[in-house]
């Protein structure tokens, strides 16, 4: 059978690839998508964002249920958990998206090949198994295959009793005791779902700060706020292997300096540290794509690897492994591939920690700005202080908003708070157009909100904060 031919064949149907091959056919070229999956829309829609902020939402309302709701004056009695029901939700959420990713592909015409892709040339892939292969050919192929779990020597995942994120989107009951392994925002957002639920949750990472890379004032205060929430931190200190029984686990954990070894016993053991490239099966070196010392495929600004015709983008690339990254760069190929001016703003993706309450940050951290010699401007504003946030009786956090000592131009924000992933997208708009913090100080905002927070922490920049 003759090879099907495409302008465009991108390998793997997550964020990154959905996106770029649904923007490439709206711009005329014959794209094809191919996905191993057996289900569109990656790591993010199947095991990753989605679930994650299903079981995220499911368990807040019935942490508010149980617990929050008699503040207000509401009695609610016999709150008990459904969890099958929680679950069976969640994965119908799961599956409702990425069925909306299969009639967006249809809409598009956009061809979605279902199997494993690899080179067998350049500008050829086969998909499928031996001897069933069905030949590709493409003027372009875009590599959008993801990433994986990054393993933890001395801790193999099970999946039953040391589960990756993707077990733990799917624990049968509640366990006793959750170990997550990694202080970053899947082991914090996990963590959350199960405490709220009911488990002791004790975190192990290995720095002595939770989320690093985000500005570290927030990191404190979100520590501080999940322990007074119950969790337990156990900061510089590493998990150097684990021994099942029938009935848990025992980690054996170490100053991460080094020093005197200690167990720790858990029902369920969480491996949140970190992803990798995955690039597994794929044919890199029969195309000859170079990648980087972590694994990652090299590409240049314009997402050009180091083979004619073949482009990567997403969490298989540099850069922060954030959905929303992955999709600005598949428009952006897309339409470079279109012949136009794709690209993305690196300076203003950001950042969201969904726990409650949730952390968001875009551009700088303080310590950035400090090791780069930038002269900058704080101003902080506090949730306290906002009376949308006392109605709300969520008052923990506060928005910082960081500025060019001389120009007044944003260089960061950072927020944790009530709704604080959607707060930040006024900054993300703000720094996107070159914004001063008077720009978002002088712009109006409705009253009463939390947004308001945003514009007395740019007011604070100049030293003039209204309601503090
Ligand atoms: C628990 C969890 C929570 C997360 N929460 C968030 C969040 O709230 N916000 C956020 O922005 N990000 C979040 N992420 C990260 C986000 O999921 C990733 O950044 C995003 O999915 C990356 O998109 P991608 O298209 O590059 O790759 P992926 O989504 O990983 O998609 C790659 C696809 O390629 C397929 N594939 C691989 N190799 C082949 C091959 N040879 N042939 C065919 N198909 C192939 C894979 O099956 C996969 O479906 C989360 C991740 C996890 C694990």
């Excluded at 099966?281 to 004619?308: M, P, Q, W």
């Excluded at 060019?404 to 997208?425: F, N, Q, S, W």
């Excluded at 913090?437 to 909100?449: K, L, N, S, V, Y």
């Amino acid at each position: 059978m003759a090879d099907k031919q495409y302008d465009v064949v991108v390998i793997g149907g997550g964020p990154g690839g959905y996106v770029a091959a649904i923007r490439a056919a709206q711009l005329g070229l014959k794209t094809a998508c191919v996905e191993k999956r057996g289900a569109l829309g990656g790591t993010c829609l199947n095991i990753g964002c989605i679930p994650s902020k299903a079981l995220l939402q499911s368990s807040h309302k019935y942490e508010e249920a149980a617990h929050a709701l008699a503040l207000h004056g509401v009695k609610v009695q016999g709150v008990g958990l459904d969890l099958a029901a929680m679950m069976t939700r969640k994965d119908r959420v799961v599956s409702d998206l990425t069925k909306g990713v299969e009639f967006l592909f249809n809409k598009n015409k956009v061809a979605y090949v279902k199997g494993a892709g690899r080179f067998t040339r350049a500008n050829r892939i086969a998909v499928g198994s031996d001897g069933k292969d069905e030949g590709i050919e493409a003027k372009n192929f875009i590599i959008a295959t993801g990433s994986e779990v990054m393993p933890l020597p001395g801790v193999e995942i099970d999946e039953q009793q040391i589960v990756s994120s993707t077990g733990a989107l799917a624990l049968p009951k509640v366990p006793g005791h959750l170990v997550v392994v990694g202080g970053g925002y899947i082991g914090l957002e996990m963590g959350s779902v199960w405490r709220r639920l009911g488990a002791k949750v004790t975190v192990v990472e290995f720095l002595d700060r939770i989320v690093p890379g985000m500005d570290g004032e927030v990191g404190k205060q979100l520590q501080r706020v999940l322990a007074k929430q119950g969790m337990t931190f156990r900061l510089s200190t590493k998990v150097i292997g684990a021994k099942k029984s029938k009935t848990g686990v025992t980690l054996t954990l170490e100053p991460a300096a080094g020093g005197t070894a200690e167990s720790l016993e858990a029902d369920i053991v969480l491996v949140a540290i970190g992803r990798r490239p995955y690039t597994n099966g794929l044919g890199l070196e029969t195309a000859g794509v170079a990648i980087d010392n972590k694994g990652r495929v090299k590409t240049d600004a314009h997402f050009r690897t180091n083979v004619a015709g073949i482009y990567a983008i997403g969490d298989v690339i540099a850069g922060p492994m954030l959905a929303h990254k992955a999709e600005e760069e598949g428009v952006a190929v897309a339409e470079i591939l279109a012949g136009q001016a794709g690209h993305v703003n690196y300076e203003t993706v950001p950042g969201i920690v969904y726990t409650w309450p949730e952390v968001a940050t875009v551009g700088k951290t303080e310590e950035e700005l400090k090791t780069a010699g930038i002269d900058y401007k704080s101003g902080k504003f506090p949730f306290t202080a906002n009376s949308r946030a006392r109605c709300n009786a969520e008052t923990d956090g506060f928005v910082k908003i960081l500025a060019d000592a001389k120009t007044d131009r944003v260089l960061g924000a950072h927020v944790i708070g009530p709704e604080a992933g959607t707060i930040i997208h006024e900054c993300v708009m703000a720094m996107e157009f070159g914004g001063s913090a008077e720009d978002i100080a002088r712009a109006f905002h409705g009253h009463p909100t939390l947004n308001e927070a945003v514009k007395e922490a740019a007011l604070a920049v100049a030293g003039r904060a209204i309601h503090i």
